[in-house]
């Protein structure tokens, strides 16, 4: 990290944008590489990082609550509508 590195900087925030495709593993090694090393010595940003983490874990492990039958064919019933 460079010495001139300021806590919620500019640097952290294009990190911010880039955090989902980290977690997802969809960026080139040397960008994760960039952002791990980002990591061990910025506390917002790691702090930051393991709250999406977390919400991502919760939303995998939450369960999808089924619509009743008329619902879904009502929704797609207007879909098809708005399609025309």
């Known amino acids: 990290m460079s010495a001139g590195h300021v806590h ?3 640097e952290c ?3 911010f944008a880039r955090l989902s495709e980290y977690l997802d ?3 080139d090694p040397a960008v994760c590489a960039g952002v791990d090393e980002h990591m ?3 506390h ?3 702090a ?3 709250s999406l983490r977390r919400a ?3 939303v995998a492990e939450t369960e ?3 619509l009743p039958e008329d619902l879904k064919k009502d929704i797609v019933s207007a879909y098809e509508r708005a399609r025309r």
């Open 8 to 10: 919620g900087g500019p």
């Open 13 to 15: 925030k294009a990190l």
């Open 25 to 27: 593993g969809e960026l």
């Open 40 to 42: 061990t010595d910025c």
């Open 44 to 46: 917002r940003c790691r």
């Open 48 to 50: 930051f990082l393991e």
């Open 56 to 58: 991502v874990a919760f």
């Open 64 to 66: 999808s609550p089924s």
